[in-house]
């Protein structure tokens, strides 16, 4: 559907015409002053340079073309020269009426469907998912579903972290503790066994230790690099034990994403990158990308308008062994060998965002990506604690993922339990759903790029702008709908003109969603939904409070507004379905 905005621009720049002006003086906003009127157009103002002429002179003339339209309920030129609009009630319901029957809820699917690879979630095998991990899960899976929603094919792509040193860590320490395992046997020519030789408890435990003697043993830390050397050079042994960590790490991982309602359509790993890495050196070489410095081999990426320094991007380390950069470009062609993306999209922390960049320019200029290939660094911020700090747990640990859920959840349960009786086991299942809504709106409400205050209280408030509140206003809306259809059938569904000013700003609300949608589309921007969907919800609630809905008496106008009740019902299930959580049916 055309958006409502767009098709008032179109009457504007037609009726600054008919009067003489240029049309692209015929652009209209939505009222700052929501006191005075609903719309405005300035364009007098602006015209009224160029022809010379006092503005409202000009907004005269256009308003003297508009006067006859059924577009406007009032309309008027106000001195110096701006025109102030409030839109007629039926116009604005047929709007609303033909976005209640199409099936995107008047939201338009791109006229070129791109081709998006979406790189999130990020996490690291045999490392336990921390809360780091959770803004690129939660921000990557909201954008993948908007460009999905908005006609573009889009897959999302796990890549794993699964080819550095914390490999040669896990089975050094292995190795202290078990030495006896076959895999560690030189001589053995047999099949590995297909039990691996630890939990996923163990492995997490491990993982720690080894790490953290690593910092104090020099001693120990060689053997883990010669490890991971001997790893990514054809051991098999070590090979053998690689393939049940990831194994054990995976099956692991699925279940906690699965949890925060994140799916990826791939789980490629760094590892799967590893074998186009020669003809790729091969190839930088051969065309005279790169230069050696200091026995490394590099690409210069600085660029003459650089006013910051600008390392050069490097692929091999002087002793021949590759580094993140060189996975990163042999992922960026294993991505256009195996599905030729016209947009590759990272969400990462954004402190790798030089990095980024790095990677990014080199895979230009070393022509990996086509001239037209969007790459673009989607870099967000920390999340912080109530003193500002990167969040911890209360001893100041590395906080886990699950842990952090396991308390948002109680604290939703708490809350459901004082509220109302409900079974326990009831409130258990609603608190997974609201907790997970308080969670992952908490996030998304702030811009991605900023840092944000982690805070239980104020996420898992159910009012204010907090996931449980838009939960709890579908909830509402769900029940006034439960009990209408319980005793009565809809005899009209069309959407009629509103009666009432909360009606009307509730239609006025939801017109919105289309250019809601397409900006946060094109800016790859969540919170944009987050701040629709929290005036959508106050426009509703206020309509509420002040509309006898079940108990109104005229059949043709309780029927309309079921059916306004429906589409806003829908419109924020869909809203809170691209943010990537779902509205329990009580709470
Ligand atoms: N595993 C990395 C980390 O934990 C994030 C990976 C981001 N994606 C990428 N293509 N480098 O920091």
């Not at 602006?46 to 003339?61: E, G, N, T, V």
Request: charged content about 30%; proline content about 3%; hydrophobic content about 35%.
């Amino acid at each position: 559907m055309k958006k409502l905005l767009d098709k008032l621009n179109e009457v504007f720049s037609e009726a600054f015409e008919q009067a003489g002006y240029d049309k692209s003086f015929g652009k209209v906003v939505i009222s700052n002053r929501p006191d005075l009127c609903e719309y405005q157009c300035n364009g007098a103002m602006a015209a009224a340079k160029q022809y010379k002429k006092a503005p409202f002179m000009i907004a005269d003339d256009v308003v003297a073309a508009l006067k006859d339209r059924n577009e406007f309920a009032k309309i008027e030129s106000v001195k110096p020269g701006f025109i102030n609009f409030d839109l007629d009630g039926e116009y604005l319901a047929s709007y609303v009426d033909e976005m209640r029957m199409d099936e995107m809820y008047g939201c338009n699917k791109n006229e070129q469907s791109d081709k998006v690879i979406i790189d999130y979630g990020g996490a690291n095998v045999a490392k336990p998912l921390h809360v780091g991990h959770l803004r690129s899960a939660v921000i990557g899976e909201s954008i993948k579903r908007i460009l999905q929603f908005t006609g573009n094919d889009v897959v999302g792509d796990v890549h794993l972290g699964d080819w550095g040193l914390q490999m040669g860590l896990i089975i050094t320490e292995l190795k202290e503790r078990k030495p006896d395992l076959v895999y560690f046997d030189e001589n053995y020519t047999g099949e590995y066994p297909k039990e691996a030789p630890f939990t996923i408890a163990e492995l997490e435990e491990i993982y720690p230790c080894a790490n953290a003697k690593s910092k104090e043993d020099e001693d120990f830390k060689e053997k883990a690099r010669q490890a991971t050397y001997e790893l990514q050079n054809g051991n098999a042994g070590y090979h053998a034990i690689w393939q049940h960590i990831i194994n054990v790490s995976v099956t692991d991982l699925k279940k906690n994403y699965d949890n925060l309602n994140v799916h990826f359509e791939l789980w490629k790993k760094e590892s799967d990158a590893q074998k186009y890495i020669p003809d790729m050196v091969q190839y930088m070489k051969d065309n005279n990308y790169t230069r050696i410095s200091e026995g490394a081999l590099v690409v210069d990426v600085v660029e003459e308008t650089d006013t910051k320094e600008m390392p050069p991007c490097m692929i091999l380390k002087s002793n021949g062994a590759t580094l993140y950069n060189t996975t990163d470009l042999a992922t960026i062609i294993e991505r256009m060998k195996l599905f030729d993306p016209n947009h590759i999209i990272y969400v990462v922390d954004k402190r790798q965002e030089l990095y980024f960049t790095q990677v990014f320019r080199c895979a230009r200029k070393t022509k990996l990506v086509n001239e037209d290939t969007k790459l673009t660094f989607l870099g967000f911020g920390t999340m912080n604690g109530k003193d500002g700090k990167p969040f911890k747990t209360r001893d100041g640990g590395v906080m886990r993922l699950e842990n952090l859920i396991k308390e948002i959840n109680d604290a939703v349960y708490d809350k459901i339990m004082e509220n109302r009786d409900v079974s326990e086991e009831e409130a258990r299942e609603t608190a997974k759903i609201v907790g997970l809504s308080a969670l992952k709106y908490g996030d998304l409400s702030n811009q991605a790029s900023k840092d944000y205050i982690f805070d239980i209280d104020r996420f898992t408030s159910f009012e204010g702008n907090t996931g449980p509140y838009i939960l709890y206003t579908i909830v509402r809306i769900k029940s006034i709908l439960n009990k209408f259809y319980e005793t009565e059938k809809l005899e009209n569904n069309k959407i009629l003109s509103p009666k009432k000013e909360s009606q009307k700003e509730l239609m006025e609300v939801l017109v919105g969603f289309n250019e809601t949608i397409e900006s946060a589309a094109k800016e790859l921007a969540p919170h944009r939904i987050c701040s629709f969907v929290y005036e959508l919800s106050n426009a509703f609630n206020k309509f509420y409070h002040d509309t006898k809905i079940l108990a109104c008496e005229d059949k043709e106008e309780k029927d309309s507004y079921i059916s306004l009740l429906t589409l806003t019902k829908s419109v924020l299930e869909k809203s809170i379905e691209l943010l990537g959580f779902t509205a329990p049916d009580r709470m």
